[in-house]
Structures are given as C-alpha cells and as structure tokens.
C-alpha cells in the first residue's frame, strides 16, 4: 500500500520559513518523479515545485521561485520543501505528489498524500 504522509505545517509570520517533508513508503522511490502541490481556499490546485526521479532537475512556479528549494533524499525515501520569504498568498494546503517516472514500469502511477496546512499571517 503506497502513502505519502506529509508534516512541516503549521502558523508562520510573513517574512518567516518552514521546511515541508514528505514521507514516502510502498513504492519503489526512486522510479517516481515528486512534486508539491498547493491549493488554497476558493483556488484550483497549482504545481509549486518538481523534482526528478534522481534530483538532479528542478522546475519551480514563478510565484516561489527563488524562494522555494525542493530536493529529495531517496535513501529515506523523503521529499521536501524549503519555504523561505512566505508572503500571506502562500497560504495554503501543501500536498505531495508522486508520478510513476517516464520509462519505468511504473510510468501512469499517480499517488497523493492528504497535505499539510500552512499558514502565513501576522
């Protein structure tokens, strides 16, 4: 049984930082390109930062770019995401998101975990 289990929400003042992570378990990690995903009250759900099945690329939205890192250790089987300089629109629920790699027999799978809310307000 595949799950993503994300933690690192919480209340931040603007200005502030926090570091998501994303615990993966029943799946073969490192055949899955990670991505976070946020949606905010009212919003459809964006792609905020992709990380490659390796971790040697990156793509970041332009609204967190520069701000944001994502990486990703595999031999824990971990994703996460550096959140620096939040502003209020930041606001949101974060979730994890894993898509079976291009080229791997696990190429169509789509896993989600159920998100972590962050917060950022005065």
């Known amino acids: 049984q595949v799950q993503l289990v994300e933690s690192g929400g919480g209340w931040v003042q603007p200005g502030g930082s926090l570091k998501l992570a994303c615990a993966a378990s029943?799946?073969?990690?490192?055949?899955?390109?990670m991505s976070w995903l946020r949606q905010a009250p009212g919003k459809e759900r964006d792609v905020v930062a992709q990380?490659?099945?390796?971790?040697?690329?990156?793509r970041y939205a332009g609204s967190v770019k520069g701000r944001f890192t994502i990486s990703r250790d595999n031999a824990k089987n971990m994703v996460f995401l550096q959140m620096n300089s939040l502003n209020i629109e930041d606001t949101a629920v974060y979730y994890c998101?894993?898509?079976?790699?291009?080229?791997?027999?696990?190429?169509?799978?789509?896993?989600w975990g159920e998100g972590t809310l962050v917060t950022v307000s005065p």
């Open positions: 998101n894993a898509k079976g790699g291009y080229g791997t027999s696990y190429y169509g799978m789509d896993y």
């Open positions: 029943g799946l073969t990690f490192n055949n899955y390109a």
């Open positions: 990380i490659t099945m390796s971790g040697n690329m990156t």
